[in-house]
């Protein structure tokens, strides 16, 4: 996750000036939103360092800008009681040359998994109040981020569709990720962050491919990444190697798909990583992880949901080791009511199980509102 | 006194008569249907593949690439059509196109404020289809679907 604070007062200057431009083309509509959510939640460790009170509002901001330029804005506000932070989580520009093809430079969610393209930000958008463990992007709540799910650079994209089906494709390429190594006082995990300097030694190549048919209720994905990872700490503050020096070359490639079927639904995602340690550590490593989740629609507001999530790493990894994750499996249980169209209500129980060392069972309890208000600030230009 | 009456009841007949034509005429005046360029080389759609295409879930129909047009969100035709026709609310069109834009995938279609400017925009070229009451088509358009 980037964190480059943002003064509000310049983006608060930004969204009207946006609005009022857009808004002058009167035959496009701009989109704008929110997504937003409150949570809580407590847990058995009582631990310091988990969070018990979680706002999120996500502005997001779409339009065509000239002709089949178009433009897509996401901004984060995060609210928690260690810390607080604004920051842009995408920016691009899209030229579409035809539905097969089309061109994107700026900031992404990486084309890996399901969850990551489908969901990402926007809580409301999925069932459960917290993402997949190993999918999650605050590397300071109960789990490990261990997966990059943004980058900078350019994207093409499109979608061949046949007499029965169709096929969408996402590849990207730019920067690798980054991790600081430094030795921090704050307790704060390193985090896996979007690369930022262009280097010919940090590059970032993705491939997703997925098939979906017209008349069947599911769809089937696989992706593949090539993901340079390199070190953004530097040695005065005591990092691991210089900066911008190799940490890891992490290939990682996976299996998705999901299905549905009358009241039941079906998601499953596997990610493979081949880590080649380049640090003072070097070797070879693998690890895996996986989530099956299983939604039950009761009545038209009210969802049931299980998942199960499990990580699996060999030791000595460097990479995983920075990241401080562990193995571990997870079962989440939620239930989830629909109050409308825009907003959701959550209760969510988690049972964490680390695989090898003392910790044992972290048992955690969430609670959670999450909304989404669509073109709010219509109210206001009109 | 006695004409009086008769006018009464003449003026009751009158009305009447007028509101059973208007009631009659009610499904014919706001019949939707989905029109093209007469030189698109579509004769009919479903309404599932109308449904599909303003949702955005496809670009094609019968391996056609077709552009779409829409009415602005004002418009209680733009209303009548999601509901009857695609099958949603005004709610449930925003919240879904919140979620596809949030998602990268796509804008809604353009809009029109009038059907005039529906009518213009679908005889520009082929390959472009909308939806208009049929009171409001002319001659140069071609009727790909016709709502019951």
Request: with cysteine; hydrophobic share 35%; net charge negative.
């Amino acid at each position: 996750m980037l964190k480059r604070k943002t003064n509000p007062a310049i983006m608060a200057t930004l969204i009207c000036g946006l609005t009022s431009v857009t808004f002058s083309d009167a035959t496009y509509a701009v989109q704008h939103g929110l997504f937003g959510n409150v949570s809580v939640d407590d847990n058995s460790l009582d631990r310091a360092d988990s969070d018990t009170f979680v706002s999120e509002l996500i502005f997001y901001s779409a339009d065509t800008l000239y002709g089949n330029f178009t433009y897509l804005w996401e901004f984060e506000f995060e609210k928690t009681i260690e810390h607080q932070d604004a920051h842009t989580e995408r920016f691009h520009i899209k030229y579409s040359f035809a539905d097969e093809l089309k061109l994107s430079l700026g900031q992404f969610h990486s084309p890996i998994g399901y969850w990551n393209r489908t969901f990402h930000h926007g809580s409301i958008l999925f069932d459960t109040v917290e993402r997949p463990f190993f999918l999650d992007f605050d590397a300071n709540k109960n789990a490990s981020t261990v997966t990059p799910v943004h980058y900078i650079g350019m994207m093409a994209d499109g979608i061949f569709e046949t007499d029965d089906a169709q096929w969408k494709y996402q590849f990207g390429a730019g920067n690798g990720s980054e991790i600081s190594t430094n030795q921090n006082t704050s307790g704060d995990r390193p985090e896996i962050e979007s690369g930022t300097s262009i280097n010919s030694d940090n590059i970032n190549l993705s491939y997703h491919l997925s098939y979906h048919p017209d008349e069947q209720p599911y769809h089937l994905g696989f992706f593949v990444m090539r993901n340079e990872v390199q070190e953004s700490g530097s040695l005065t503050d005591n990092s691991i190697t210089q900066y911008q020096a190799k940490l890891t070359d992490q290939n990682l490639y996976g299996l998705e798909a999901s299905y549905k079927m009358g009241n039941f639904d079906l998601i499953a995602e596997h990610f493979w990583f081949r880590h080649t340690n380049q640090a003072d550590r070097a070797g070879a490593y693998n690890a895996s992880a996986f989530y099956i989740q299983l939604g039950y629609q009761f009545s038209a507001p009210l969802k049931a949901i299980y998942r199960y999530s499990q990580l699996d790493l060999e030791a000595g990894d460097l990479y995983f080791d920075i990241l401080g994750a562990e193995e571990q499996y997870h079962n989440v249980f939620t239930l989830k009511y629909e109050l409308n169209e825009f907003n959701a209500i959550k209760l969510e129980a988690d049972q964490q199980s680390f695989l090898y060392g003392a910790q044992g069972n972290v048992y955690t309890i969430r609670l959670q509102w999450s909304f989404m208000w669509n073109n709010p600030l219509d109210a206001i230009v009109n | 006194m006695h004409h009086c009456i008769s006018y009464r009841r003449l003026f009751l007949i009158f009305v009447l008569i007028g509101f059973g034509f208007s009631v009659k005429a009610e499904p014919v005046t706001t019949k939707i249907v989905v029109v093209t360029h007469p030189q698109t080389k579509l004769e009919q759609i479903s309404q599932e593949q109308i449904r599909k295409r303003w949702l955005s879930m496809t670009t094609r129909i019968d391996r056609q690439r077709v552009d779409i047009i829409d009415f602005d969100e004002n418009s209680p035709l733009r209303t009548q059509f999601y509901s009857q026709i695609i099958g949603v609310s005004d709610n449930q069109l925003k919240a879904y196109w919140a979620k596809k834009v949030f998602r990268g995938e796509g804008l809604p279609p353009e809009m029109k404020s009038s059907s005039a400017e529906i009518l213009q925009w679908v005889n520009k070229q082929p390959n472009r289809i909308g939806y208009l009451y049929k009171k409001d088509i002319n001659n140069g358009v071609k009727i790909l679907f016709e709502m019951n």
